[in-house]
């Protein structure tokens, strides 16, 4: 087993996996690999002056054998002296609740928080977990042929998690080296017959691929972690470039889950970093709703979208995301549910605070000069009450200095608003139900001409972003 240290040990020392004198939480399942993992780092620890701890999760998809499985590991920490902590999670009841999740990808996302209670409760700032060599081959087959090119780099050997670090000293060696490893050390496994099951995607890669693969080369799954090494040192370089133009170009909204880009700087970037920008706004937007759906051809058609000749038009991607484009906007929002057609009755001296904290104020005219489209001055013979609505069909508007009316969804055109922005916009309209204003944008021909200090009612729009600057 000389070759099988030196090689792990190596490796730790290359990707500066383990300092001396570390605390380290181990998973082990008391399958063959993380128990290999546990032994070798137990074999380890005086030369190291390690601290370990042991985290087991079962699951519950075998009832009293995975029960079984989770005492065995217990029992072996136990004559090992290693301190243990175990858990079971009923994994088929969450999965039921999300209907549309995997069971691998809701059994993962649970396991690693428990890891994470564990890290966070004990201070231990590394977890090693114990994929191996043909993990990674089959990690990399998997996200490629999904069409999962962002992550095609593979399993890390060593990242940021929890307030830690999550360490995989094992990517160097392979199931057949570990399987050898356990031999020598006569240490008894546990089995979990699910491993060969066909139903789940990784068995099928790696009962049919793998073998074929290793056939050609014995030694792939080296050149895959060079691989792997490779690509992830390319992309810390890309990203640091792609977060620079990402600062640049985005936009994110106060109110609701929503973010837009400013397309004019986003179309002047190299692609490569097009496409890692869009991967970001998703990876922040589906940050507390992880989806297995999401693939580059849904990178690639958010970048068609933005490069199309028309100026505005939708995507509907995974979990009810929303991507508009509307001219020299892109808006990626989960918050846009049906939009209610809304009305309100505005009396004098009133204030209205819309949902999105935009505002419609009134107040008496001053000395202040009060011109541009955000102020509405009232001719003395408006009769109270005015209303406030969203638009409706077939909505016209009498400017001054124009003969006839325009049409409201013209004016939306002419002053490019966004499609999600139009139905919640306000319009302002008198008693008899003419409109007298849609902020902002445009003034009727009733605004008076003349205004009296002290008597003449102003209207003010103070939209949303000054209405947050206003409140500090």
């Not at 990876?283 to 979208?305: T, V």
């Amino acid at each position: 087993m000389n070759d099988f240290d030196a090689k792990v040990k190596k490796f730790i020392i290359k990707h500066q996996l383990i300092p001396d004198e570390s605390h380290i939480l181990i998973g082990v399942s008391g399958g063959p690999d993380s128990l290999a993992l546990l032994h070798f780092l137990k074999r380890i620890q005086e030369e190291m002056q390690l601290k370990l701890t042991v985290a087991h999760v079962d699951h519950m998809f075998r009832g009293e054998e995975s029960y079984e499985d989770m005492k065995y590991v217990e029992k072996i920490c136990r004559e090992w002296n290693i301190p243990f902590h175990g858990e079971r999670i009923n994994v088929p009841k969450e999965i039921k609740k999300r209907k549309s999740a995997s069971s691998e990808a809701v059994a993962r996302e649970l396991r690693y928080t428990y890891f994470a209670s564990i890290m966070e409760k004990y201070h231990i700032p590394i977890l090693a977990l114990a994929h191996h060599g043909d993990d990674q081959i089959e990690t990399i087959l998997m996200r490629l042929t999904r069409g999962t090119t962002s992550k095609a780099a593979g399993i890390q050997v060593k990242r940021p998690f929890a307030d830690g670090v999550v360490i995989r000293p094992f990517l160097c060696v392979t199931k057949n080296e570990i399987e050898k490893y356990l031999e020598h050390y006569r240490l008894q496994p546990v089995y979990d017959p699910t491993n060969k099951s066909d139903i789940y995607t990784r068995n099928r890669y790696r009962k049919y691929i793998l073998p074929f693969l290793k056939k050609e080369n014995p030694n792939v799954h080296v050149h895959f972690q060079r691989f792997s090494e490779q690509l992830i040192e390319d992309e810390k370089y890309l990203m640091e470039l792609t977060k620079e133009t990402y600062n640049k170009i985005v936009i994110e909204e106060k109110v609701g889950l929503t973010l837009s880009i400013k397309l004019g700087v986003f179309l002047e970037s190299p692609l490569p970093l097009q496409r890692r920008c869009i991967h970001l706004i998703l990876n922040y937007l589906y940050q507390n709703r992880p989806s297995e759906n999401l693939s580059a051809n849904h990178i690639d058609a958010i970048i068609e979208l933005i490069k199309s000749p028309n100026p505005s038009g939708e995507l509907h991607l995974p979990d009810k995301l929303k991507v508009y484009r509307s001219y020299e906007k892109c808006i990626f929002t989960f918050s846009l549910e049906k939009i209610e057609p809304y009305i309100y009755t505005w009396q004098e001296g009133e204030t209205i605070t819309f949902p999105n904290g935009s505002q419609l104020k009134m107040f008496v005219a001053d000395d202040e000069v009060r011109v541009g489209n955000e102020y509405f001055i009232l001719d003395d013979n408006t009769t109270f009450p005015l209303y406030v609505r969203s638009r409706k069909n077939g909505d016209r508007i009498r400017l001054k200095g124009m003969k006839g009316s325009k049409k409201i969804k013209s004016l939306f055109i002419d002053n490019k608003i966004p499609i999600p922005d139009r139905d919640t916009w306000p319009i302002v309209t008198d008693r008899q139900g003419e409109i007298l204003w849609v902020p902002l944008l445009k003034k009727s021909k009733y605004e008076s001409s003349r205004m009296i200090k002290g008597k003449t009612l102003i209207l003010q729009y103070i939209k949303q972003s000054d209405f947050w600057e206003e409140q500090g």
